[in-house]
């Protein structure tokens, strides 16, 4: 799939995900209850604001140490990440989830990943060294905050993984703010801010309506007909 300019990124970097997620309903290129993650997955920082990259994806344990062939080298991790452009967003799939118990997730990590073009990561495992974490801006959304990385390590990396219902492939482009995390496909992305205003603009006539002086019942079923019919 061919990727969007820095300037395309950024714009769809500052809409929420709610405005992305309506935009899409209207390409009618999935079911309206696929392209997220249930809120099991949460926003650790959400006063960081909203993160947009391109999905490195890699499966991390925790509960019991490395042994035989479950284990993948740090250097081919690096290679994995360094196969996708920037900005990346590192979506690790924790097979101990639902019962996480090390994190992958804390100061030293988000610097590497940091130094590496990655401007977050989204796991359904957890995160730790929080502070270090936000004073550096690495974002983060997660299922859990821990206190240990345990016997942490990656068992495979750059497959398809499934996190809190979504699925994502390396190369995906991510975003996620305060409300969760959301795929968007490759093939409209493009023309999603476009379908946003389409939207909004829509919306901006019933909302006016609702907050105008002259508000009457028989005006918002006119409103109501117009929009969804009936």
């Not at 209850?33 to 993160?51: C, D, N, Q, R, Y």
């Not at 140490?65 to 994995?80: F, T």
Request: hydrophobic fraction near 45%; charged fraction near 20%; include cysteine.
């Amino acid at each position: 799939m061919p990727n969007l300019s820095a300037e395309q990124l950024e714009e769809l970097r500052q809409i929420p995900t709610c405005s992305v997620a309506n935009a899409i309903e209207t390409f009618d290129v999935m079911p309206r209850t696929e392209g997220f993650m249930l809120p099991a997955v949460k926003s650790i920082f959400p006063e960081m604001g909203h993160m947009i990259g391109y999905a490195v994806t890699g499966v991390i344990t925790a509960d019991l140490p490395p042994s035989g062939n479950m284990n993948v080298s740090r250097l081919d991790w690096v290679d994995a990440i360094l196969s996708v452009p920037e900005p990346r967003v590192l979506v690790l799939k924790d097979i101990d989830y639902p019962n996480v118990i090390g994190s992958f997730w804390g100061e030293v990590q988000a610097n590497i990943h940091g130094a590496l073009g990655c401007v977050g990561t989204v796991t359904d495992g957890g995160v730790r060294d929080l502070d270090e974490m936000r004073e550096l801006g690495f974002n983060a959304f997660a299922t859990d905050v821990l206190v240990s990385h345990a016997y942490v390590h990656l068992i495979d990396v750059g497959v398809p993984v499934t996190i809190g219902g979504l699925d994502v492939n390396m190369g995906d482009i991510i975003l996620g703010d305060q409300h969760g995390v959301m795929s968007i496909p490759h093939d409209i992305a493009a023309d999603v801010p476009a379908a946003v205003k389409r939207v909004e603009d829509r919306e901006r006539e019933m909302i006016s309506l609702c907050q105008a002086e002259d508000f009457t019942v028989d005006k918002l079923k006119d409103q109501l007909r117009k929009m969804y019919g009936g």
